[in-house]
């Protein structure tokens, strides 16, 4: 008896010392390895990317729950997990569901009723130091840790947004500046690949056998790179920088801003892959210090006011799958002054392209009523949306959104060309200067939906400017006229037409992942704690399910032994604090309840 108490408490010894290796609990039973098949068309039942699908349409198959009985959804379990932030999204595959916690692991549970498979724990990071004063940032994700007296400062991160799945293999981003792959049955690390000290608080995404990943707290241009790892050695295999250099193609479009100092991450949501072409799409960040006259020396017109202008930052691009080299860009928001990012997922969508002039500001004129395209989508922090051309990056129409306004960044865009135009009033003359733009941070790392039943994007919005000061405060305001009782709601937007529905509309700010279901219903959740289901075609809330804590993006669905179910995450988000002073002051938010939660019918 003795040394079996002896016994029990060396293990409680042991695990209290953080040293149990996942293979320690139980292990993933009967997996099946993940095939690149599977990636590009996988089975209803499966989570397998943060968006599903490659091409970021967040749409499921499965039907089990309908408009007519999603009011009878209960809890089916939940799980706590640790606190912190968080703003990724769960995988599930085959019964298992898998998830990143705060703490920059991986968590594996069953997918019926919460129980622990496996957790990969890893080694936190130094805490980090305040950033000197005037710092010129890498972009949202960025936390630097004191790299000692004379030493360069080491970026961190723990906040990525995405994490895939692949043959056997898990693959994420740690806060240690690791591309890292882990196995999918136990946990077990199998390989580890260093990408600089710059931090990701983007995360991967699968091109077939490959892991894409992209850099958030890059200080320069050196460590500011998309890059492509093989998924079972991790050796990189290619890189893109985000910015050119001086004398490469689009160069001159940062004037005289040394090499170092041309930064423009990708501290959001990841892109999408077109399998069938081996092309991969990424949204770009605003170029960094925030203002042209941070950028160059005092002169906000070094820089064209129109595209091409401080490339490729806030653009989307076209990569060869293969060798990572630039097929084409778009540059949405040409030479940023205000940090308005165009970063975040890029939806691939084939569409009937026949915009309505009552609906769309900007329309290709060359467009061929109702011709069918490949299409890819894109909406802004900034506010806005475009639609273009997948294969060739050609412009096809744009729109101001959630609204158009005086104030709006764009003010025009070149229907022949593409080009586009900023709103020149808006633009820092001087140092200290105050300017309200509109929008800010009117969509975020929180995805889109789009649903095939609808032929429609579901774009979550909300109705804010930001009131900046040069070099300074930077806060959001309601835009003028804005109903203060329905800042926050979905953008239903037809693809076709560019008709907008807006639903959902609400005075409690979100920043919960909208969920597209062939049960012809739309899932979102927001930070007071509500997860919400609707009509898809109207719009019409059907059912509205409350939970311990704010909803942080993550929400999908899946099926397990013919039984579907929705399950978001609830955790402290980077912008939530300031979403709900802003929107809603007298919402009481819940702050460091993490956990996973689970809803089925009865």
Not at 170 to 179: E, K, L, M, R
Not at 388 to 404: H, V
Request: contains cysteine.
């Amino acid at each position: 008896m003795a040394r079996t108490l002896l016994c029990i408490a060396f293990v409680i010894a042991f695990i209290g010392a953080g040293i149990v290796t996942p293979s320690a609990l139980a292990q993933v039973q009967n997996y099946k390895p993940v095939t690149a098949a599977e990636l590009a068309n996988p089975s209803p039942n499966d989570w397998l990317s943060f968006s599903r699908t490659y091409d970021d349409q967040r749409f499921s198959p499965l039907n089990q729950i309908t408009r007519q009985n999603v009011n009878q959804l209960r809890m089916a379990w939940s799980r706590g997990t640790p606190a912190g932030t968080v703003e990724s999204t769960p995988l599930v595959r085959g019964g298992t569901m898998y998830i990143m916690t705060a703490t920059g692991g991986v968590m594996a549970l069953n997918a019926t009723n919460g129980d622990l498979l496996w957790e990969y724990t890893r080694p936190q990071p130094p805490a980090p130091a305040a950033p000197a004063a005037g710092a010129a940032g890498g972009g949202r994700g960025a936390v630097r840790a004191g790299g000692g007296r004379g030493a360069p400062a080491r970026v961190y991160n723990s906040r990525s947004k995405t994490f895939s799945i692949f043959d056997d293999l898990i693959f994420y981003t740690a806060p240690d500046s690791n591309v890292v792959g882990l196995d999918a049955r136990t946990g077990e690390l199998r390989w580890q690949s260093r990408v600089d000290n710059r931090g990701n608080s983007s995360g991967t995404i699968m091109a077939g056998d490959k892991v894409i990943s992209g850099g958030s707290g890059c200080g320069t241009r050196a460590s500011c790179y998309i890059s492509a790892h093989d998924a079972h050695t991790g050796k990189e295999l290619w890189k893109f920088y985000t910015t050119p250099a001086a004398g490469e193609p689009g160069g001159d479009s940062w004037a005289d801003v040394p090499d170092e100092r041309r930064v423009a991450s990708t501290w959001g949501s990841p892109g999408a892959y077109d399998p069938v072409r081996d092309i991969v799409y990424y949204g770009i960040a605003n170029p960094t210090p925030n203002s042209r006259i941070a950028r160059h020396n005092g002169n906000p017109f070094a820089i064209p006011t129109s595209a091409p202008s401080a490339l490729y930052s806030n653009s989307t691009v076209a990569l060869d799958g293969k060798t990572g080299k630039l097929l084409w860009y778009f540059q949405h928001l040409p030479g940023d002054d205000w940090d308005e990012d165009w970063t975040n997922e890029r939806t691939l969508i084939h569409t009937k392209v026949n915009p309505n002039p009552q609906f769309v500001k900007w329309i290709n004129p060359k467009i061929k009523p109702g011709e069918e395209r490949d299409t890819i989508f894109a909406a802004g922090e900034s506010g806005g949306i475009f639609l273009l051309d997948r294969l060739t990056g050609e412009f096809l129409w744009a729109n101001p959104f959630p609204y158009d306004a005086p104030n709006f960044w764009l003010k025009n865009v070149d229907v022949n060309t593409g080009k586009t135009y900023l709103n020149e009033d808006l633009i820092f003359r001087n140092k200290g200067e105050e300017k309200i733009i509109c929008f800010f941070n009117t969509r975020s790392y929180w995805p889109a939906a789009y649903s095939p039943l609808t032929n429609s994007m579901y774009v979550p919005y909300i109705d804010v400017c930001l009131d900046n000061i040069e070099g300074g405060q930077r806060k959001g305001v309601a835009r003028a006229g804005a109903d203060p009782q329905k800042l926050n709601g979905i953008g239903k937007i037809n693809m076709e037409t560019g008709e907008i529905l807006r639903f959902g509309e609400q005075r409690a700010p979100a920043n919960g992942a909208v969920l597209a279901t062939a049960g012809n219903l739309i899932f979102w959740g927001d930070l007071d704690r509500r997860l919400h289901a609707f009509d898809a075609e109207t719009g019409k809330q059907l059912w509205e399910g409350i939970v311990g804590g704010s909803i942080a993006v993550s929400t999908i669905t899946y099926a397990v032994n013919g039984k579907q179910y929705v399950a978001i995450l609830t955790g402290d988000g980077a912008l939530g604090p300031g979403l709900v002073t802003l929107h809603a002051p007298e919402i009481k938010r819940v702050a460091g309840h993490n956990a996973v939660y689970v809803f089925a019918l009865p």
